[in-house]
Each structure stands twice: as structure tokens, then as C-alpha cells.
């Protein structure tokens, strides 16, 4: 199986800071990678997907970059609705696998 | 509007069996993948199985075997078949509808299943 691995786990941060959140494959996915970020007792929503395509409707401030291993959320300036879990999940083989998750909370 | 709505949740005693409900509307099930994933109570998300357009199916270890997922065109409905289920089965389970690959929106609000005796 791909291991996801996240880094950090939590993160606090200010609105108006830039945040970037890792996201390290076992082994090369290509770019077949999608983020999703969820809020408390909510579902998942995606973000991005194939590692930097922007979901329609999603704020022009988050962006994904990346490829082979190596994977970026980065949001440009946090704003009160951003803070939440993010979750990366590589789509390369099955089965799909998740990261373990980025808490961004207010600092 | 593209919405999910899932049911059959539940608590359910060790060994049981449940069958989960997730109903489509503004789209069609089968011209898509579709997974469950299922996220247990503090923890992350983990993919449980996913059924192809085209049929296919596809099983995490920890439920190959026990799990069945499947749909009902004439009901534009997928399922989740739990039997033999397991304590570490108690999560929030949820049914999401693959966008033209693995990658999923929009995911249903989820239903608990709680196994416990």
C-alpha cells in the first residue's frame, strides 16, 4: 500500500498568514493527488485535484504543487474559514489512501 | 443539484450485519466511480471500497471479505453490505461520487455505525 504522510499535524497560524502543509508519498504517484479540507462534524470538500487543478468554486487562494513524492497545499493568505482539517489522498492504486491530516488552528 | 444522501446507520453488536444507503440525485450512479470512506470517531479518513462505471469493485484489507459495496440502477442508489462487522468498524461512513477518476465531490453527510454489545 502508498503511505500518506502529513506534515504537520496541527498548525496555528493568524488570518493573513501563508500556510503550506507536506504531504509525502511512499513511493511515486505521479501527480494523482487530491486535497480536501473538512470542518467539525462536516464532510470532506474537495480542494484540488491531479496535485495542482483547482475545484471550481474554490478560492483562488489555495493552491497545490508537486509530483512523483513530494505534494504542497499552500493557502496565500488564511482567512476565518479556513480553519479546519486538510487531508491529502493519493489516487496512483488502489487501495486509495489518505494522509493522516493537517489541523490549522487560530493562534 | 448533485447531492448524496446516506442511511442505515446504527448500532450493531459485534458479528452483526448492516447495509448501508446512499441515494443519488442530479446525476446518474453508474456513469461513475463512486467509494465509500468512512472516518472513525477523533481519527482520519479512510478509504473502505469503490465501484467503477463499469462495475468494477474494489476493498480495503481490513473490510475484504466482510463488505460488499454495490448499486441499483433502478434505484440510482449505492450500498454498503457489513457483515461480520467489528468493533473497529464503528466510524461515520460516507458515500462520495468519483469525479471523472478517484478524486471525490460531492461526499454524502454520513451516517455512524456504532458496533458495540
Known amino acids: 500500500d502508498i503511505q500518506m504522510t502529513q506534515s504537520p499535524s496541527t498548525l496555528s497560524a493568524s488570518v493573513g498568514d501563508r500556510v503550506t502543509i507536506t504531504c509525502r508519498a511512499s513511493?511515486?504517484?505521479?501527480?494523482?493527488l487530491a486535497w480536501y479540507q473538512q470542518k467539525p462534524g462536516k464532510a470532506p470538500k474537495l480542494l484540488v485535484y491531479?496535485?495542482?487543478s483547482l475545484e471550481n468554486g474554490v478560492p483562488s487562494r489555495f493552491s497545490g504543487s508537486g509530483s512523483g513524492t513530494e505534494f504542497t497545499l499552500t493557502i496565500s493568505s488564511l482567512q476565518p474559514d479556513d480553519f479546519a482539517t486538510y487531508y491529502c489522498?493519493?489516487?496512483?492504486?488502489?487501495?486509495?489512501?489518505f494522509g493522516g491530516g493537517t489541523t490549522v488552528e487560530i493562534k | 443539484e448533485v447531492q448524496l444522501v446516506e442511511s442505515g446507520g446504527g448500532l450493531i453488536q459485534p458479528g452483526g450485519s448492516l447495509r448501508l444507503s446512499c441515494a443519488a440525485s442530479?446525476?446518474?450512479?453508474?456513469?461513475?466511480?463512486m467509494s465509500w470512506v468512512r472516518q472513525a470517531p477523533g481519527k482520519g479518513l479512510e478509504w473502505v471500497s469503490v465501484i467503477q462505471s463499469g462495475g468494477s469493485t474494489y476493498y480495503a484489507d481490513s473490510v475484504k471479505g466482510r463488505f460488499t459495496i454495490s448499486r441499483d440502477d433502478s434505484k440510482n442508489t449505492l450500498y454498503l453490505q457489513m457483515n461480520s462487522v467489528r468493533a473497529e468498524d464503528t466510524a461515520v461512513y460516507y458515500c462520495a461520487r468519483g469525479k471523472a477518476d478517484n478524486w471525490y465531490d460531492p461526499w454524502g453527510q454520513g451516517t455512524l455505525v456504532t458496533v458495540s454489545s
Open positions: 442530479g446525476f446518474i450512479v453508474n456513469t461513475n466511480y
Open positions: 513511493q511515486s504517484i505521479s501527480s494523482w
Open positions: 491531479k496535485a495542482s
Open positions: 489522498q493519493q489516487y496512483h492504486t488502489y487501495p486509495l489512501t
